[in-house]
């Protein structure tokens, strides 16, 4: 059974959340506080994390990044917070996806089916090369001269996207749709924050891409390092 650790620290939200995520068949364990979170993580071995950001003591920018720092264990933020910089620090800080409050329990239980998919193969080579890098897709795995890039699971599967388009144009609609396989209706600040996290793992210059570069107005496009457009980031 899959197990969610829910953070939350409204105990009416907590007790209705995992109530329904309960009758979605999922196991919820539950947490009240960063420092909370933070224990149950080792004891509850969860596969995905719902991390409200607003807490007490440790907030939840700071549990969302001390867990990225122990590897790719999948956090959807629950926030009330959506301005553009509040919701942009949450997935710098390591956040796959988000969802506002007041939050739809069956919104949720579909942004968690989505996020636990990011992992099966869709059907792409089991091996590209992109520059120097190597691709491997059932395996989960990047490598630059046979070092492992410590990729999250949205990260790699956005890299095996792109890679996948051998050099053409994915749009940002595209990308959304094969990446995150749930509507976000024009919000591309998810796009946005995954691909500068991506490009700061692989790219030799982040602010020079040369593997994953724009076009603008359109999306982005994946190539062996070469030939740039002018202008593109």
Same mark, same amino acid.
């Given at each position: 059974? %899959?197990?969610?650790?829910? /953070? ?12 329904? #995520? ?20 080792? *004891? ?10 607003? #807490? =007490? ?29 509040? /919701?942009? *620090?949450?997935?710098? *800080? ?12 069956? !919104? ?23 520059? !120097? ?13 046979? !070092? ?9 599967? #956005?890299?095996?996207?792109?890679? *996948?388009?051998?050099?053409?144009? /994915? %749009?940002?609609?595209?990308? #959304? ?10 919000? %591309? ?16 210059? =982040? ?15 994946? !190539? ?10």
């Amino acid at each position: 059974m %899959t197990t969610l650790l829910l /953070v939350e620290d409204d105990p009416r939200i907590r007790g209705a959340l995992r109530l329904a #995520l309960a009758d979605e068949g999922y196991r919820v364990v539950e947490a009240a506080s960063g420092e909370q979170a933070l224990d149950e993580l080792g *004891a509850a071995t969860p596969d995905v994390v719902l991390l409200d950001l607003m #807490l =007490p003591g440790i907030d939840g920018l700071e549990v969302c990044a001390r867990i990225r720092d122990r590897g790719d264990l999948p956090i959807i933020m629950v926030t009330a917070r959506t301005s553009s910089d509040e /919701v942009i *620090a949450g997935l710098e *800080a390591g956040a796959d996806d988000y969802v506002t409050k007041p939050v739809d329990a069956g !919104e949720l239980a579909a942004r968690v089916r989505a996020l636990l998919r990011r992992t099966r193969n869709t059907g792409q080579d089991d091996t590209i090369e992109l520059g !120097e890098l190597t691709v491997r897709v059932s395996e989960g795995r990047a490598l630059r001269g046979g !070092e492992d890039i410590p990729l999250t699971k949205t990260e790699f599967r #956005l890299l095996c996207t792109l890679a *996948a388009a051998r050099g053409a144009v /994915v %749009t940002r609609e595209q990308l #959304l749709e094969r990446v995150w396989e749930y509507g976000y209706f024009g919000d %591309t600040r998810l796009l946005d924050v995954h691909i500068r996290r991506l490009r700061r793992k692989i790219e030799p210059d =982040p602010g020079q891409p040369r593997l994953i570069v724009t076009v603008r107005g359109v999306g982005y496009r994946a !190539e062996h390092g070469t030939d740039r457009e002018d202008g593109a980031r």
